[in-house]
């Protein structure tokens, strides 16, 4: 898919995952990675910048194995600027099906 | 590329940030690295799939200057994150560097224009000094009308300079989020 596309979309995937629970780096990575082709690295500038707007707060957790762990979580506003984002996805994305469909049908 | 290889590159192409911010980064990597050892998997495969640092230190730069910009809008700091922003791709250098051309040309020529209205009477002074024999009162009150005319500009200039700085600001912050930082087919 168009690089450009790609990481505008990575903002959403980070915020939905963390609507409903924490998440350390590591996992977020994953996760995203499980289901769209990027490179694994974008995800934490990612992070920092949207910690850095205020959407994320961070904080240490202890691990049964290893070294403690950054986990991020997600502020109020953070949620706000999430469920926008969702709603423009949602508009998006029925408006490109939408043509999709009627040019599918032409054919 | 070995765990320390990867980290090494990602802090030498940081090396213009603060140190703090910089030891933040590696530590998020290190991390990274730390939880995907556990998970039996291979530095080389970690690195493989993290993807270039340098690419990964330019969005974290361009990120960097675009906040200094937005709480001190120096011309310097602003020159520094367009050229940062610029960096991010070679698309960029058309999309970014193309409106910022043309928006400081823009800015400069309104200037211009108000500092040569606002001086103009003395411009008529000087003209009657060289050739006296030229003087018209018309010229000297046609200039002092201009002065008037270029103070206006001069303020009208101020909040358009502002206006587009912070309107660029937020376009910059715009591409950052947009354009292409460590994409895998970039």
Same mark, same amino acid.
């Given at each position: 898919?168009?690089?450009?596309?790609?990481?505008?979309?990575?903002?959403?995937?980070?915020?939905?995952?963390?609507?409903?629970?924490?998440?350390?780096?590591?996992?977020?990575?994953?996760?995203?990675?499980?289901?769209?082709?990027? %490179?694994?690295?974008?995800?934490?500038?990612?992070?920092?910048?949207?910690?850095?707007?205020?959407?994320?707060?961070?904080?240490?957790?202890?691990?049964?194995?290893?070294?403690?762990?950054?986990?991020?979580?997600?502020?109020?506003?953070?949620?706000?600027?999430?469920?926008?984002?969702?709603?423009?996805?949602?508009?998006?994305?029925?408006?490109?099906?939408?043509?999709?469909?009627?040019? /599918?049908?032409?054919? | 590329?070995?765990?320390?290889?990867?980290?090494?590159?990602?802090?030498? %192409?940081?090396?213009?940030?603060?140190?703090?911010?910089?030891?933040?980064?590696?530590?998020?990597?290190?991390?990274?690295?730390?939880?995907?050892?556990?998970?039996?998997?291979?530095?080389?495969?970690?690195?493989?799939?993290?993807?270039?640092?340098?690419?990964?230190?330019?969005?974290?730069?361009?990120?960097?200057?675009?906040?200094?910009?937005?709480?001190?809008? %120096?011309?310097?700091?602003?020159?520094?994150? /367009?050229?940062?922003?610029?960096?991010?791709?070679?698309?960029?250098?058309?999309?970014?560097?193309?409106?910022?051309?043309?928006?400081?040309?823009?800015?400069?020529?309104?200037?211009?224009?108000?500092?040569?209205?606002?001086?103009?009477?003395?411009?008529?002074?000087?003209?009657?000094?060289?050739?006296?024999?030229?003087?018209?009162?018309?010229?000297?009150?046609?200039?002092?009308?201009?002065?008037?005319?270029?103070?206006?500009?001069?303020?009208?200039?101020?909040?358009?300079?502002?206006?587009?700085?912070?309107?660029?600001?937020?376009?910059?912050?715009?591409?950052?989020?947009?354009?292409?930082?460590?994409?895998?087919?970039?």
């Amino acid at each position: 898919m168009n690089v450009q596309f790609k990481k505008g979309v990575l903002e959403l995937c980070v915020l939905v995952l963390l609507d409903k629970q924490d998440r350390y780096g590591y996992e977020l990575v994953q996760k995203i990675s499980d289901q769209i082709d990027i %490179s694994e690295g974008s995800v934490y500038p990612l992070l920092r910048r949207l910690t850095k707007e205020g959407y994320f707060t961070t904080y240490l957790k202890e691990s049964t194995e290893g070294p403690p762990r950054k986990y991020y979580r997600l502020t109020d506003g953070g949620r706000i600027y999430l469920h926008e984002l969702l709603q423009e996805w949602k508009e998006f994305t029925n408006g490109v099906n939408q043509l999709i469909k009627e040019g /599918v049908n032409d054919d | 590329m070995t765990k320390d290889q990867f980290l090494t590159k990602l802090e030498a %192409s940081l090396k213009r940030l603060p140190s703090d911010e910089r030891q933040d980064i590696v530590q998020d990597f290190e991390e990274h690295f730390t939880i995907g050892l556990a998970e039996g998997k291979t530095e080389e495969e970690i690195s493989v799939s993290l993807g270039s640092p340098q690419q990964i230190a330019k969005d974290l730069v361009a990120t960097y200057h675009v906040e200094r910009v937005e709480a001190t809008a %120096s011309t310097a700091n602003i020159f520094r994150a /367009v050229w940062a922003v610029i960096g991010l791709g070679f698309f960029n250098l058309v999309i970014v560097l193309g409106p910022f051309i043309a928006l400081v040309a823009l800015i400069i020529a309104g200037w211009i224009v108000a500092g040569a209205f606002i001086v103009s009477p003395l411009l008529v002074i000087l003209n009657t000094v060289m050739y006296p024999e030229i003087f018209q009162f018309f010229d000297l009150f046609f200039s002092i009308g201009l002065t008037g005319l270029g103070l206006f500009i001069a303020i009208g200039m101020y909040f358009a300079t502002r206006a587009v700085t912070s309107g660029f600001i937020r376009y910059l912050k715009f591409n950052v989020r947009v354009v292409k930082g460590g994409m895998k087919d970039a």
